[in-house]
């Protein structure tokens, strides 16, 4: 996999022999100008992100990432589009190799046990369902992880990571993320419940928030987001931002909007309800998953 924000974009269009301006009429601070390829543009009103690689028509309106753009220009689909990106970025994750690698390392995981049901009945949910949904798994017994329900990720049907949650409200900090040579990739890097999403998705927080909303709904581990987080939400057509009700996360479910919005359908949503997405009643989930079309 590509971080899409690592690759030289310059030294791209250069090679390919693209033109491209820098300055000047219809060109942006930190964006590059070239012709639009998906309309009759003859005055450089496609800006590419420097940044993101995120590129947006400013004439037809056609916006994505920079793969997107590559298949136009050299009329490639999306596998070749990405190998020929490969060699502009600056680091490149070798997946498939990389999850042979370390595919064994691992922590030892047990079954949910007494207290990690009793956890979650006491938030609200189905522990015997989550256990199942989800895949859950308690931490083994003299380990870092012992007092923790271990939350799995998947990316395409492959758990990569974890991150896990003290069950005895006693240990500090409340989440503990695994250290880079226990998982493929960091929680940081990866969306929690991806695969489950189809057009649309809610992009919440955290775990929680997700076991209360369902499929379709994601978690970003946090309100503090990734390139490669940004660059796996760009390929889905609507996302709804949906953090807690805070200043701060508020602020920042604006960023991550204004960013997506060169890439995708994107919006921020708001509760009619004082609470956190994870502290919603089942009712509040289904006139939300309905006024959403999920």
Request: one cysteine or more; charged letters at 25%; a positive charge.
């Amino acid at each position: 996999m590509i971080n899409l924000s690592s690759i030289d974009i310059i030294e791209y269009l250069d090679t390919v022999g693209i033109q491209y301006t820098m300055h000047g009429k219809n060109v942006s601070q930190n964006w590059i100008g070239i012709q639009c390829p998906f309309c009759d543009d003859k005055s450089n009103h496609l800006g590419i992100n420097i940044k993101s690689k995120a590129f947006s028509c400013f004439k037809c309106g056609t916006k994505g990432n920079i793969i997107k753009l590559v298949q136009e220009l050299e009329h490639i689909n999306w596998i070749q589009a990405l190998n020929n990106l490969q060699q502009f970025s600056k680091t490149v994750i070798q997946f498939n190799e990389k999850i042979t690698a370390v595919s064994n390392s691992f922590p030892k995981m047990n079954k949910l046990g007494k207290v990690h049901k009793e956890y979650l009945s006491n938030r609200g949910l189905d522990p015997d369902f989550m256990e199942k949904k989800y895949a859950l798994k308690s931490g083994a017994n003299f380990t870092k992880y012992q007092t923790r329900l271990i939350i799995p990720f998947f990316e395409k049907k492959r758990m990569i990571s974890f991150t896990s949650r003290d069950v005895s409200n006693s240990i500090e900090p409340k989440y503990l993320h695994p250290s880079r040579d226990e998982v493929i990739l960091v929680p940081k890097d990866l969306i929690f419940n991806i695969d489950s999403v189809k057009n649309s998705c809610i992009v919440t927080e955290g775990c929680f928030d997700v076991f209360k909303i369902g499929d379709g709904a994601v978690a970003l581990s946090g309100t503090k987001y990734t390139q490669r987080q940004v660059s796996l939400l760009s390929n889905i057509e609507r996302v709804f931002i949906l953090f807690d009700p805070e200043p701060m996360a508020q602020k920042q479910a604006g960023r991550l909007c204004k960013e997506l919005s060169f890439l995708t359908h994107s919006e921020v949503i708001l509760l009619d309800i004082d609470r956190d997405p994870g502290d919603m009643t089942a009712s509040e989930v289904k006139e939300l998953r309905k006024e959403l079309g999920l």
